[in-house]
């Protein structure tokens, strides 16, 4: 019976050659689906049937008539690892690390055209920066930062919104980016106090890191809300706690708990 069905609705007509599989091994699959389902024969499409059988083939189908399907299935998965042999992989450049390149190109050789040209353009840049910084990481968004200062362009919209996807990914800074982008905003006198206690705390941090702390009340931590991270080594930590204290002392930040537990360390670090 289920021969006859199959036969009757064209099943041979949907194999193809990469998965021939016996009709001896698909009777008895048919034949009990079709006495589970109490279902007429005739109600049944040739294409409901062929989608049965697929899906049965793994796991409702003997063994002799898998390996076919098998063998195709697993040769299309590897199908791709087999064509990356032998091929180096090449880093793409993201889309922001691209923009703060025609920015810096920007900077560098200003377009003839006079000062609205290039002021039009910058807005333009402005524009775009903003769009991109909550994709941006912690270098992309030191490296704007920086590249703005560069060129004079005190855009507060695009650095109030490079501020906020920067206090969102503090965790992410290192020393370096945190103490350049804090030394963009003092270039282009920016006063901005929660980007300075966030990155500045982020310092902190990194300071605490590298060095046993005896006395906890020098560096303090629970003001700004932050609390001990993962030991990390960083060689430019030093010059990045000195940047980062003069950031602050340009835009009369001192007072803020990060600032003065930075300048402890600097103090500290003096003396050795």
Not at 82 to 91: F, I, L, P, V
Not at 203 to 217: A, G, I, P, W, Y
Not at 228 to 255: F, M, N
């Amino acid at each position: 019976q289920a021969a006859a069905l199959c036969s009757q609705f064209g099943f041979r007509s949907y194999l193809r050659p990469s998965c021939s599989m016996p009709m001896a091994a698909l009777r008895p699959v048919a034949s009990q689906h079709f006495w589970r389902q109490r279902q007429p024969p005739s109600a049944l499409s040739s294409a409901a049937v062929w989608q049965f059988l697929l899906q049965r083939s793994a796991s409702g189908m003997p063994a002799e008539a898998r390996p076919d399907t098998d063998d195709a299935v697993t040769q299309q998965r590897r199908l791709p690892w087999k064509q990356g042999q032998g091929q180096t992989r090449r880093s793409v450049k993201s889309v922001a690390a691209l923009h703060i390149e025609n920015c810096e190109a920007l900077a560098r050789s200003p377009p003839r055209g006079g000062a609205a040209v290039v002021e039009a353009l910058w807005q333009r840049a402005s524009i775009r920066m903003c769009k991109l910084a909550q994709d941006m990481d912690s270098r992309d968004l030191a490296h704007s930062a920086w590249v703005l200062a560069a060129a004079g362009q005190r855009d507060m919209r695009a650095l109030f919104v490079l501020s906020e996807a920067a206090i969102s990914k503090r965790g992410d800074f290192g020393a370096a980016e945190a103490s350049r982008m804090l030394t963009a905003y003092a270039t282009i006198q920016v006063r901005n106090e929660l980007l300075f206690e966030a990155l500045g705390g982020q310092l902190l941090m990194l300071v605490q890191s590298t060095q046993q702390v005896e006395d906890e009340e020098d560096y303090p931590l629970e003001a700004v809300g932050f609390g001990r991270v993962p030991e990390v080594v960083d060689e430019e930590l030093s010059k990045a706690v000195s940047a980062a204290v003069t950031a602050h002392e340009q835009l009369d930040l001192c007072g803020l708990p990060a600032c003065q537990g930075l300048v402890t360390y600097g103090e500290s670090r003096a003396k050795v």
